[in-house]
């Protein structure tokens, strides 16, 4: 237009991407491999990751559906029936200590809550974030995602004088299943609570114990009675085979679920409520986790068989949905190995830089194909 001048558009912004905090997406790196055992004559058996393939319990479906017809907004908090059936859940099943609702919060799935627990923390630069030394990826992610240093130590002497804000632990064990026992996980408490640390127990496990017995954070033997600076993560994907609802739960210091319900709330984290009712009647009625249970502990047996008559050493594996396996080569030789059997597996060095001679083998496949491993690792 006549008589106007042109106003030149600023360019954006300098800034750093959040992904380049981040390591490269793991699994990412199997395509290879798994080409390779998607190729053999009787098809891949897909051992590489947790996900849950049996059917979600016939109740469960029914009471999402029926919580469906509900038409406003969820609260980020929970409806109470939800948040009451979480706290009785956790001490009937597992003899934590009794909660009262207000110290229970669903999640949009625990890998999410993982993943952002150390911003909505409020950490950040500075802080340091302890993961075990062998360790689920997400715990590294919140961390490098909040700009806090993570740290990894399986015992508080590794940790010296530094300055601790925040400590994963995570019993029974993914990768390894290694299950810590309460004097263990009572010693890491005491040590957190003497520095002003938060403990963070990721317990998603804690329903499939094979070996040993494991204990949840809440538990009085280790909590003393008192869930003051405890959250205790969990998730109804492997035992109640809803992963698809992304349904989960923290528990533990009230005044830790306020802060983080209060940040959830302003930034719209909020469960679907078909699925609070679904994991209310779920968290309400045993039966349908210790059939899961069972199928699970018929898995182990055949592929814990199969895998050392193939020669391989087992180490821990004492409860969750994993063999940690080794033969004492690099990990990456193992998986070649397996998948040229048409078996995919998990490399060890995902979890952490000690996993670099092991593999992690999950038993998350349908007995078929469990039954198609087990006859390949024999011939």
Known sequence: MTGTRSVPIPSPRPRTSPASRLPDFPWDTLAGVK??????????????????????????????????????????????????????????RYGALELPGDAVLPVVGTKEAIAWLPTTLGLGAGDTV????????????????AGATPVRADGTAQLGPAPVALVFVNSPSNPTGKVLPAEHLRKVVDWARERGAIVASDE?????????????????????????????????????????????????????????????????????????????????????????????ARRRAALLAAVTGAGFRVDHSDAG???????????R????????????????????????????????????????????LAS
């Open 35 to 92: 080409a390779t055992a998607a190729a053999h004559p009787g098809g891949i058996v897909d051992l590489s990751v947790g996900t849950p393939v049996d059917p979600v319990a016939e109740p469960i479906r029914r009471a999402l559906y029926e919580g469906s017809a509900f038409p406003g907004y969820p609260a980020t908090v929970g409806t109470p029936a939800l948040r009451e059936a979480a706290a009785a859940a956790l001490t009937r």
């Open 130 to 145: 302890v993961i075990p030394e062998l360790a689920y990826p997400t715990y590294e992610v919140g961390a490098l995602l």
């Open 204 to 296: 998603c496990y804690l329903g499939l114990a094979w070996d040993a017995e494991p204990v949840s954070v809440l538990d009085p033997r280790v909590s003393g009675g008192d869930p003051t600076g405890l959250i205790a993560i969990h998730s109804l994907s492997k035992t109640s085979n809803l992963a698809s609802y992304r349904a989960g739960f923290l528990a533990g210091d009230p005044a830790l679920i306020g802060e983080l319900t209060a940040v959830r709330k302003h930034a719209g984290l909020i469960m679907p409520f078909p699925v609070q009712a679904a994991m209310t009647y779920a968290l309400s009625v045993d039966v349908h986790e210790a059939h899961q249970r069972e199928r699970y």
């Open 321 to 331: 949905l994993y063999l940690w396996a080794t033969r004492g080569e690099p990990c």
């Open 333 to 376: 030789d193992t998986v070649a190995w397996f998948a040229e059997r048409g078996i995919l597996v998990a490399p060890g060095e995902f979890y952490g830089p000690s996993g670099t001679e092991h593999v992690r083998i999950a038993m998350t496949a349908t007995d078929e194909r469990i039954a198609a491993a087990a006859e390949r």
